[in-house]
């Protein structure tokens, strides 16, 4: 079946401590997302790329990096710079432009102690 | 900029019908998609509207008036399993810029 996984659903870590939070699809789409969503609150645009090996910034970058290597994969890197990191994480991608439809993967909590 | 704005909470009995507006204001764009959210869940697209006028999709249908720079997406014949958060989204040259959500609890 086709679509987009994140792992793992919930993860834990230290305060000052670096996270990466793994997404893959296999959907041969070419543009990939990361959202930030705190409760109550709409989806905040950390990360997008529109093709491998280039990425461009959201809204609310500052603490986060990203690498696209693969076609399939677009990884989030959540640093100790990220003030408030604990939020629930969504990866998502779409066909090839910036309008298409979004097809989300099931999200990471991430809990910082 | 672009900014969207929803109501943050609808209530509505099972069976009836319900609509959720999203007012916009954008320089421009290409149209208006509705997301939904079951609680710990990801969203899933719902509708698009690119031009003004109605969108049906079975229960769901969404409409868009650029002249007044409102959606309203109308679910009708509500079941529980509609309690969810419903989004807005707008496209244009900028990845999609979601509103904050309105949260829609379908009572018995």
């Known amino acids: 079946d086709g679509g987009i996984t994140q792992s793992p659903k919930y993860l834990f870590r230290k305060e000052g401590q670096n996270v990466t939070l793994s997404c893959e699809q296999n959907?041969?789409?070419?543009?990939m997302y990361w959202y930030r969503q705190d409760p109550g609150q709409g989806l905040r645009l950390i990360y997008y790329?529109?093709?491998?090996?280039?990425?461009q910034k959201g809204d609310i970058a500052e603490g986060y990096s990203v690498s696209r290597e693969k076609k399939e994969s677009f990884p989030l890197t959540v640093t100790s710079a990220q003030k408030n990191p604990t939020a629930f994480y969504l990866c998502?991608?779409?066909?090839?432009?910036?309008?298409?439809?979004?097809?989300f993967g099931p999200g990471t909590r991430l809990t910082v102690l | 900029g672009q900014s969207l704005e929803q109501p943050s909470e609808v209530t509505a009995v099972e069976g009836a019908i319900v609509q959720i507006n999203c007012t916009y204001q954008?320089?421009?764009?290409?149209?208006l998609s509705w997301y939904q959210q079951h609680d710990g869940g990801a969203p899933t697209f719902l509708s698009y509207n690119g031009l003004d006028g109605l969108e049906e999709t079975g229960r769901f249908s969404s409409f868009l008036s650029r002249s007044d720079s409102c959606g309203y997406l109308l679910l009708q014949e509500l079941q529980m399993k509609d309690s969810a958060s419903y989004f807005c989204a707008l496209s244009g040259n900028t990845p999609l810029v979601f509103g904050k959500g309105t949260r829609l609890s379908v009572i018995a």
């Open positions: 790329s529109q093709i491998v090996n280039d990425f």
């Open positions: 954008t320089s421009g764009f290409y149209g």
């Open positions: 959907l041969n789409h070419d543009a």
């Open positions: 998502a991608s779409s066909i090839g432009t910036l309008t298409d439809t979004q097809y």
